[in-house]
């Protein structure tokens, strides 16, 4: 038995949380950093262009950050916690349509239609920063690389909505659905190996359009074949290189 972990237990994954930075450094998760310090911007410098940041939170678990309708004149950074969008038709049925984790961006679905076409609902205690967007337009006109970002950013949102596009099976959706996540922790210096799934099964067979008890069979398949180790949300990926190649034809290159 590892007496580190006893009774076999996973043990915690570091906590994805950021940091609050200071007057001259940004947040370790800012969404915007990457593309302001390559522009040769810094904090004080985006003070002066009047680009308004404000923090928000905390949000609880099946709290709204905001709801379809909402007019639209932010949007939010996810700082800490992981954020479930959705919508809800007529008849009350919830459709999931994507999970957001630290230094991702909601609300970009927005722009257009310019009120928010979908709920967002902490899925544990989450913070934000909330980007002003007209703040973040003017800035975006000044600064190329910003406005080469949001772009970028646009582009991402769009192409996730075809992730779960075409006839794959439930494994094959489950092992690119891991290794997304953990492709995502890793782009912000998180583990990429072993995570908490803030998302419960249901959320999660929602979102990959199967049904709970699927999810449930494909991760137990997974624990026994060696993949994945996991223990209520707390989950451990073993082969991830085997994980990709299962979920290869859902990946990006």
């Known amino acids: 038995m590892d007496s580190k972990h006893p009774a076999g237990r996973l043990p915690e994954p570091p906590n994805p949380i950021a940091d609050d930075g200071d007057e001259t450094r940004f947040c370790g998760t800012c969404a915007f950093s990457s593309a302001c310090i390559a522009a040769g911007y810094d904090k004080p410098e985006l003070a002066q262009l009047q680009c308004l940041v404000?923090?928000?939170?905390?949000?609880?678990?099946?709290?709204?950050?905001?709801?379809?309708?909402?007019?639209?004149?932010?949007?939010?950074?996810?700082?800490?916690?992981?954020?479930?969008?959705?919508?809800?038709?007529?008849?009350?049925?919830e459709q999931v349509l994507g999970f957001y984790l630290p230094g991702e961006v909601i609300g970009l679905n927005a722009i257009y239609p310019e009120h928010f076409p979908c709920d967002a609902v902490a899925l544990d205690t989450?913070?934000?920063?909330?980007?002003?967007?007209?703040?973040?337009?003017?800035l975006a006109s000044r600064v190329p690389a910003v406005q080469k970002h949001l772009f970028r950013?646009?582009?991402?949102?769009?192409?996730?909505?075809?992730?779960?596009?075409?006839?794959?099976?439930?494994?094959?959706?489950?092992a690119a659905f891991l290794m997304?996540?953990?492709?995502?922790?890793?782009?912000?210096?998180?583990?990429?190996?072993?995570?908490?799934?803030?998302?419960?099964?249901?959320?999660?067979?929602?979102?990959?359009?199967?049904?709970?008890?699927?999810?449930?069979?494909?991760?137990?398949?997974?624990?026994?074949?060696?993949?994945?180790?996991?223990?209520?949300?707390?989950?451990?990926?073993?082969?991830?290189?085997a994980l990709r190649q299962l979920g290869q034809a859902l990946l990006p290159d």
């Not at 950050?65 to 969008?85: E, L, M, N, Y």
């Not at 099964?201 to 060696?226: K, P």
């Open 54 to 93: 404000e923090h928000v939170g905390p949000f609880r678990a099946g709290e709204h950050i905001f709801r379809t309708g909402d007019p639209f004149r932010a949007i939010f950074a996810v700082r800490s916690g992981t954020v479930k969008t959705r919508m809800v038709d007529k008849e009350g049925r």
């Open 126 to 138: 989450s913070f934000f920063c909330r980007f002003s967007f007209p703040a973040m337009s003017a």
């Open 153 to 174: 950013m646009l582009s991402k949102e769009l192409g996730s909505a075809s992730l779960l596009a075409g006839d794959h099976s439930a494994d094959e959706r489950m």
């Open 180 to 241: 997304d996540l953990a492709g995502r922790y890793a782009a912000r210096g998180f583990s990429a190996t072993r995570f908490h799934l803030s998302m419960s099964r249901g959320d999660i067979a929602n979102y990959l359009r199967l049904a709970a008890e699927t999810v449930s069979r494909v991760l137990s398949r997974f624990r026994s074949q060696g993949l994945i180790r996991i223990e209520g949300r707390e989950l451990e990926l073993l082969k991830p290189d």
